[in-house]
């Protein structure tokens, strides 16, 4: 019997009123409202025991995938590969006390997650040396949902993340890299290359909580010929090596896909 099916049985246990024909009606809904290609039937399935109070408990099998994932989810292991990852920054709780958090984004076959690492997570040894790329394990992280509603993995004190050489058939970077030419609008957390077309230049701008902050701005050259302007916020001149030059190729991790207001 796989795993679904038997998730699929301990649902049926808590709601004997249902019938698989039932669930297997409501896991069609739940994907035509979310999309199919976001979410998975065994995804759907815990979705569904949420709506109902009921938790499918037990950590999630490394072999499942990020799409799995649901806000709720309690002491989940899975093997990741790492998209970027953030420097630690602290912040004061309302009672004034500090706590730091470093953020990162996953990536597997199908899909990526936010990461949250929290106090002493965000410092672990080690964790400076991580690289895009890089094979992790997540160990009994538990997951919340962002502003947007999408699941967060966060590793709180009784989490951990490791790094594995086990054999992945999570593709490696130079493998997800695309060219300009490939995108297209609404995409994100992607990872493209292309070649700087002219000079990059800084920018100022005030964000929407009246902060101030910086950005740059270059243009990049596809394999086509084709052009697409580039922003990277909260960055400055100190983030560019000094060795970077006109019509160097560069590649951008993390990338989304946004159309200018001006419609270019």
Same mark, same amino acid.
């Given at each position: ?8 049985? !301990? ?16 896991? =069609? ?7 199919? $290609? *976001? ?18 408990? $037990? ?10 994932? %649901?806000? $709720? ?5 899975? &093997? ?13 709780? =309302?009672?004034?006390?500090?706590? *730091?958090?470093? @953020?990162?984004?996953? %990536? ?10 929290? +106090? ?8 400076? +040396? ?6 992790? =394990?997540?160990? !009994?992280? %538990?997951?919340?949902? +962002? ?49 700087? +077309? ?11 909580? $009246? ?25 400055? &001149? ?25 419609? @270019?």
């Amino acid at each position: 019997m796989s795993e679904f099916d038997i998730l699929v049985n !301990k649902l049926l246990e808590q709601k004997p009123e249902l019938t698989r024909k039932d669930i297997e009606e409501q896991i =069609k809904q739940k994907k035509e409202k979310i999309g199919a $290609g *976001y979410l998975t039937d065994q995804g759907a399935l815990f979705l569904i025991a949420s709506d109902f109070g009921i938790s499918l408990s $037990g950590p999630l099998k490394v072999e499942m995938g990020l799409k799995d994932l %649901y806000a $709720g989810a309690k002491e989940i292991s899975l &093997e990741t590969r790492v998209l970027n990852v953030s420097p630690a920054k602290q912040f004061s709780r =309302k009672d004034g006390s500090p706590f *730091y958090l470093r @953020t990162m984004t996953v %990536y597997d076959a199908n899909s990526t997650a936010s990461v949250k690492l929290w +106090d002493d997570k965000a410092n672990l040894p080690g964790i400076e +040396d991580i690289k895009p790329g890089d094979l992790i =394990k997540i160990i !009994k992280a %538990y997951v919340k949902s +962002d502003l947007n509603g999408s699941p967060t993995i966060n590793i709180g004190s009784g989490s951990n993340i490791e790094l594995t050489d086990n054999k992945s058939e999570i593709p490696t970077i130079d493998k997800i890299t695309k060219d300009i030419n490939e995108l297209q609008e609404g995409q994100k957390d992607l990872v493209i290359s292309g070649i700087i +077309d002219g000079n990059v230049s800084s920018m100022e701008f005030t964000n929407s909580r $009246g902060q101030p902050g910086k950005a740059l701005r270059m243009r990049l050259k596809g394999k086509d010929g084709g052009m697409m302007r580039v922003v990277l916020w909260g960055k400055d &001149e100190t983030d560019i090596p000094n060795m970077i030059s006109q019509n160097a190729k560069v590649r951008l991790l993390g990338v989304n896909i946004k159309k200018w207001k001006s419609g @270019t």
